[in-house]
């Protein structure tokens, strides 16, 4: 029997990203937040401190900041005739844990989707026509415009501090930065980061061949800044541990540097730490949240009473927990009916690679998470598909995040995978090597989809959440057509050898790949494909509101977190704005 | 220099000749300084003479006059610090005239010849008891004023990251506070990514003092290996019959790295580029007398052919030496930490029952007998003296997610009481 705890106004299920966003606005609205986070307090200090940080097997090998998989995870299968099995290590993708969640161990890389991302649908039938979409692709729209989006992300990237440089400004085009983005209201915060050698080479390769090259916008700051909340940043120091590690430095983007200081200090906000949320509570009517049951720290089963539930627990747990607490329709691919867990969507990456003489010395180990030279030529819709075959496309980049000791070890093709002689080569090609990374989108489609797994369940004894997904031959087409474009700049960089295949079927769990899972909580204007209206606000419980990339209908070819953020500062202020205001739903069915 | 002319007149294989110039430029600095000063009279002697004034004869520092030790800072530190000087990105009022004064090539001359020198070092002269703010900035750093700790860094013991980040362990606390007080005050600005400034903008006058005293009370590491040290290489104006071998070596390492920056490791892995960097004399530290150095000498690292870069486990031997010099051996006496452990001060038998201890035996961390023949400390460490003293002396430190708090042991307690803890027998336990 549950405990009952004294009731609040609004429970954030995670504090990550979106918590930490939401929990300061609901508090600076006059709310009562509770933020409930399953895993630990972490702080940069003393947490995140060198040189137990820099410890690649504790935390890029075994990934220690990940979710717990020994307690709770996903199982797998490629489609619907298959039985799934639970992924026991991570390997393909990387849900954090914890304060500050996942975006403690990302990268910085910071993009803006497009406006023909938001419009991927009818922009797609308005250009090619309704046929050039293959059978069983499913995309959307997804209800709202990158214009209405533009002050949330320019809310966002200044509280990050991103540096970057602008290829538009309210719609003047500048050379040097992304001329494909939609019009920005103003520049970034803080310049662009260095611009490495092997960036350079790649610079000078993709401009040659008369690509549109630009600084890969960056949440490793290249110099200290101090955002709207008042805390100060500082310099990254491209010491090459983002991405699966915590940044010691104050010098990278997370929920730690640039919100939670504040809200931690809130009188109005109390965080809890070690909760597991198990569900959402609906009442009779089923329209409405009564509050959340969670497993406290000492295992004690707790009843949590509030007017308003934030899910922020990370693309695929949000769909879980919508599926664990029966709240929207679950989705059935053979029947096409049902909204919870449709259109779980990745991403297509592939990596060639240009391998040079000992003359060119890249010093890979100089990097930051988010530090590079790309061009967006191919990336969404920004070239002509009518004659390809398929819709999306891929940015590419010479964007290197790290040249770590235990990961790093370019070979060339025909290179044994052991002994001496893959010694002798990774000697030879550690610091000759460039990295490539073909960036790819990602269709929806009718089986790739998420929901309960009727065997295995979590430490609580609840239903996992099953993955079913292979890459769509759309996708397959795109990777094909991309890493081919990329091959050719590869042979323009000066290397003695460009190597790289496209991303090919079957997906492969045990692959790392990218930690960009979307969808299963979408976001849209018609109930009958969506979960969430524009604003992220349940159809069917209007006082329940997920955030995410969840509440992406499919996903475009750049990296999620900006979008996220912008959505959740765009749902945000829909809720302090109109919800508050008059609680009920603010779209009609 | 008769050391000098045997090396001339005999060593006629060319390998041979080149171990043993290595070898005069770690451990004889002043050998080598005299050999150029025979060169090119006039220039080398006083321009060092400059120095000596202030900053000793080593480069020892003088903590009288405020004058930091040089003595084993790298090569490209000690000269973008001229340059600095020069160009005015750091203010003093003895330097800047100084720096100005020297033509670019001698100032690389003088940080090459400092960056070799292994000076002594009074280990009495830094304060006793450094303020624990210090330590708990340098290894800690905090949170609320957003400052990371100085070893992410500067490394562990402060011994730095040689070329580019200089060691702090052993600087005189004036000299240190002073020169953290100019990046705060702006006066100081040779920093690219501004990280000092930013650090030291958030720290008050106390917590520079602090910070200062504790890196003075810590050993300076010996100066990094030879193959580190990037300054242009001095190996040019040797006489010529030496010349040769080095200075067309590293030569001919430099054009990739001059354009590309700081290639540590470029080329490596060349063919033949085999190389040994051994390990230095025992006991070398402490004998900076130029005969006892050239005894000492012919152990110093030995270049085959191919390239001077080192490998990396060399690095890391002669890198971290002073830090394994930093650390606690286990000299503790086990009645003493029974003492301490008995007087109940730092509430240890609050949470354990430590067999020999009376009352109140609690029970919130394990019991204390048999220690020694446990695997793991906090159930991850691994149970070793040096590390049981380092975790008793902050266990969140080294298990951020220990429910042991930092009770305030100094390094002596904590050894006292490890001492005692590794004197029970598994029988204890029961």
């Not at chain 1, 879980?320 to 929207?328: A, D, E, N, V």
Request: positive net charge.
């Amino acid at each position: 029997m549950a405990t009952t705890r004294a009731e609040v106004d609004a429970i954030l299920i995670g504090v990550g990203l979106v918590g930490a966003i939401l929990g300061r606005e609901l508090t600076r609205a006059g709310l009562r937040v509770v933020g409930l986070e399953r895993g630990a307090p972490r702080h940069t200090v003393p947490d995140f401190q060198g040189p137990q940080m820099h410890d690649e097997l504790r935390y890029a090998t075994r990934k220690a900041l990940m979710q717990d998989n020994t307690r709770e995870t996903y199982t797998f299968r490629h489609t619907i005739k298959d039985t799934a099995l639970p992924i026991r290590r991570w390997a393909s993708f990387l849900p954090g844990t914890g304060l500050g969640g996942s975006m403690v161990h990302w990268n910085g890389q910071t993009f803006r989707f497009q406006d023909h991302d938001f419009q991927q649908y009818s922009h797609t039938v308005a250009r090619y026509g309704k046929k050039f979409i293959q059978p069983d692709v499913t995309i959307q729209d997804w209800g709202v415009t990158a214009a209405e989006l533009e002050p949330h992300f320019d809310r966002f990237e200044y509280l990050l501090g991103t540096s970057g440089k602008a290829g538009n400004i309210k719609g003047k085009k500048i050379p040097g930065g992304n001329i494909f983005e939609d019009p920005r209201s103003r520049e970034y915060p803080t310049p662009p980061q260095k611009e490495p050698y092997g960036s350079a080479i790649f610079r000078k390769a993709a401009e040659g061949l008369g690509y549109h090259a630009y600084p890969q916008p960056s949440c490793n700051l290249s110099q200290p800044y101090t955002n709207p909340e008042g805390l100060t940043l500082n310099t990254c120091t491209f010491c090459g541990y983002c991405e699966r590690f915590a940044c010691e430095h104050f010098a990278k983007s997370t929920p730690q540097t640039v919100l939670l200081p504040l809200l931690l200090n809130d009188s109005k906000f109390e965080l809890r730490t070690g909760c597991q949320v198990l569900h959402i509570n609906v009442d009779n009517s089923g329209k409405t949240a009564t509050g959340v049951t969670y497993v406290d720290a000492s295992g004690k089963e707790i009843e949590l009473r509030a007017s308003l539930i934030i899910v922020g627990a990370y693309a695929t747990n949000n769909a879980r927990l919508l599926l664990l607490s029966k709240i929207g329709a679950p989705y059935d691919p053979e029947t096409n009916k049902g909204v919870v867990g449709r259109n779980y969507a990745y991403q297509t990456m592939s990596y060639p690679q240009v391998f040079y003489d000992e003359s060119i010395n890249i010093n890979p180990f100089m990097r930051s998470g988010a530090n590079g030279t790309m061009i967006a030529d191919f990336a969404g819709d920004n070239f002509d598909h009518g004659s390809l075959g398929f819709i999306g496309g891929a940015y590419i980049g010479e964007i290197m995040t790290n040249g770590r000791p235990i990961g790093f070890h370019p070979t060339p093709p025909g290179t044994p995978s052991w002994g001496v002689k893959w010694k002798q080569a990774v000697v030879r090609h550690y610091n000759h090597t460039s990295t490539i990374n073909v960036h790819g989108s990602s269709v929806a489609t009718r089986w790739n989809y998420l929901d309960l797994d009727p065997t295995y369940k979590d430490a609580w004894g609840l239903p996992l959440l099953r993955m079913t997904f292979d890459f769509p031959e759309n996708d397959i087409r795109m990777s094909a057509y991309c890493t081919q474009k990329t091959i050719e700049i590869g042979k323009q960089m000066g290397g003695k050898l460009v190597t790289g295949s496209p991303r090919k079927r079957p997906y492969d769990i045990t692959e790392y790949q990218t930690t960009h899972n979307t969808g299963g909580t979408i976001m849209g204007a018609d109930p009958s494909t969506s979960v969430v209206n524009r604003y992220l606000q349940s159809w069917d419980v209007p006082n329940v509101f997920v955030i995410g990339a969840s509440n992406f209908p499919q996903n475009a070819s750049y990296n999620p977190t900006d979008t996220v953020g912008a959505l959740a500062y765009w749902s945000a202020d829909a809720i302090v704005t109109k919800y508050l205001k008059s609680p009920g739903p603010l779209m009609n069915k | 220099m008769c050391f000098l002319k045997i090396i001339s007149h005999s060593a006629n294989s060319a390998p041979l000749r080149l171990i043993l110039l290595s070898c005069l430029v770690v451990a004889c600095p002043r050998a080598l300084h005299a050999q150029r000063a025979n060169e090119s009279p006039g220039q080398m002697p006083a321009a060092v003479q400059a120095c000596v004034g202030c900053h000793g004869k080593d480069g020892e520092g003088n903590s009288n006059s405020g004058s930091p030790r040089i003595a084993g800072q790298s090569a490209y530190y000690l000269l973008k610090q001229l340059d600095s000087y020069a160009n005015g990105s750091r203010r003093d009022r003895v330097m800047e005239p100084i720096a100005k004064g020297l033509p670019p090539e001698i100032r690389a001359d003088i940080a090459a010849h400092y960056a070799t020198i292994d000076a002594p070092f009074d280990e009495r002269a830094g304060p006793r008891r450094p303020p624990e703010r210090g330590r708990v900035l340098a290894i800690e750093g905090d949170n609320r004023l957003g400052v990371p700790a100085c070893r992410n860094c500067h490394g562990p013991g402060g011994v730095g990251e040689p070329p580019n980040i200089p060691y702090i362990a052993g600087l005189d606390a004036g000299y240190h506070s002073g020169e953290l007080s100019a990046w705060k005050t702006g006066t100081r600005t040779n920093d690219a990514g501004q990280q000092m400034f930013r650090i030291a903008a958030a720290l008050s006058t106390e917590d520079i003092h602090a910070v200062a005293q504790y890196y003075a009370s810590l050993p300076p590491p010996r100066p990094a290996p030879l193959n580190l040290l990037q300054a242009p290489p001095p190996q040019k104006k040797l006489a010529p019959g030496t010349t040769a071998v080095a200075g067309s070596e590293d030569q001919r390492q430099e054009p990739a790295g001059a354009e590309q920056g700081a290639p540590m490791r470029g080329g490596t892995q060349g063919k033949g580029a085999t190389e040994e960097v051994k390990d230095k004399p025992a006991g070398g530290t402490k004998d900076s007398g130029g005969s006892d150095g050239s005894k000492a000498a012919p152990k110093t690292p030995t270049t085959s052919s191919g390239t001077n870069w080192p490998r990396l486990s060399d690095a890391a031997k002669e890198g971290t030496a002073p830090v394994l010099s930093d650390q606690p051996a286990l000299a503790g006496d086990p009645a003493r930490g029974r003492a301490i452990l008995a007087s109940g001060i730092h509430g240890c038998a609050a949470c354990h029952t430590i067999p020999g201890i009376r009352s109140p035996k609690g029970i919130v961390g394990p019991p204390l007998g048999g220690v020694r023949a446990r695997g793991f400390i906090a159930g991850q460490l691994p149970n070793r003296p040096d590390v049981l003293v380092a975790f008793l002396q902050n266990p969140p430190a080294l298990v951020p997610q220990t429910g042991m708090p930092n009770v305030g042991l100094t390094r002596e307690q904590a050894r006292h009481i490890a001492a005692y803890l590794y004197s029970l027998g598994t029988n204890d336990a029961r």
